[in-house]
């Protein structure tokens, strides 16, 4: 059975840097940092980010997304990666398709209308 990767030790997501969230994904995405796994995790064997550049993901402030949302559009498991990315409250890159700004500002859409605020 395939594990989780253990990098990082012990921060969650979103107290990461940027660069430490771009290790994070090498590592779910098994891209040489660790290994993906489990029920929860099934979906990232169908990354398509996974045979690409995974710099393209974490463009520069100010950078393009496009690289990296042109791949996500074509990617079988768009909408299990971007539920990945809310529910650990990832805040770099691109994930599902989305950059942090439009996944904060999915988030705030959800609570409105789930009733639980902004
Ligand atoms: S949606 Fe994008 S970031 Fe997510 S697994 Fe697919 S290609 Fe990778």
Not at 37 to 63: M, R, V, Y
Not at 75 to 86: D, F, R, T
Not at 93 to 107: A, E, Q, T
């Amino acid at each position: 059975m395939r594990t989780l990767p253990e990098w990082p030790p012990s921060e969650e997501p979103h107290d990461l840097s940027r660069e430490e969230a771009q290790q994070f994904m090498l590592g779910v995405f098994d891209l040489g940092y660790g290994t993906a796994s489990g029920e929860e995790l099934a979906w990232q064997d169908f990354a398509l980010c996974a045979e690409t550049d995974p710099d393209i993901f974490f463009p520069e402030k100010g950078g393009s997304t496009t690289p990296a949302t042109s791949v996500c559009s074509q990617c079988l498991v768009q909408a299990e990666c971007l539920e990945y990315a809310l529910s650990h409250d990832i805040r770099h890159g691109i994930w599902g398709g989305m950059s942090d700004n439009d996944r904060r500002r999915l988030s705030r859409e959800r609570r409105r209308v789930s009733g639980l605020g902004a």
